[in-house]
């Protein structure tokens, strides 16, 4: 996955995944008015100042975690979604959510990791919280955080369709993920790929 590794590529991950978890948050809040949806510790009591976008540059800034945690955290976001439909992505639960998908994906993922009291520092909010969203997250996805290879390049091979498609023409030539694997529509799927879901597709 030396794609991933490229300075160059990297931030135009994290300002597609933060231009899609927008999306994904604005329509949530327009349906959260006529739809019945579950208040969870992730949800803030007002929408955090911060922009979604400049919330994951800082999350990519110092956590200093592998460039594949952020896609692994992504497909965690996106189990969660579906195992929790009463739960959607919103903009009072988005910042949170971000924060602890990334942490339980270094730690899933990477040798070596800073602690929770560290990633509560980057996140704005304090470790006891942070234990708490991770537990509560964890338990959300029913403790299922094994990616498949498969399941991996599926994701990636969303994003790099998307990203293509956000470029302009006199930029398709710049460094792509180039994983040479199907594309997918979607983003939400299920393990074996064979249907296509849409909480976090808008």
Not at 114 to 136: F, H, P, Q, R, W
Not at 147 to 157: A, G, K, L, Q, R
Not at 162 to 176: A, C, D, G, R
Request: aromatic share 12%; charged share 20%.
């Amino acid at each position: 996955m030396a794609e991933l590794e490229s300075p160059e590529v990297m931030p135009k991950v994290i300002n597609f995944l933060s231009c899609l978890l927008h999306r994904v948050a604005e329509s949530n809040d327009t349906t959260s008015r006529l739809d019945t949806q579950r208040i969870s510790v992730f949800h803030g009591l007002t929408r955090p100042t911060i922009s979604i976008q400049s919330y994951l540059e800082r999350i990519f800034k110092y956590a200093n975690c592998s460039p594949s945690c952020f896609i692994v955290a992504y497909v965690y976001l996106d189990r969660f979604t579906q195992k929790q439909p009463l739960l959607p992505i919103n903009s009072f639960n988005v910042h949170r959510l971000l924060i602890t998908s990334v942490l339980v994906s270094a730690k899933f993922m990477d040798d070596m990791y800073y602690n929770n009291a560290y990633y509560a520092k980057v996140g704005g909010i304090s470790t006891t919280e942070m234990n708490l969203l991770e537990v509560d997250f964890l338990f959300g996805l029913g403790f299922q955080l094994n990616v498949t290879p498969n399941t991996f390049y599926t994701y990636c091979s969303y994003l790099q369709r998307e990203m293509l498609l956000l470029q302009s023409p006199l930029h398709l030539e710049e460094p792509t993920l180039n994983l040479e694997r199907p594309i997918k529509l979607h983003c939400c799927f299920n393990e074996d790929d064979s249907t296509h879901q849409k909480q976090l597709a808008v």
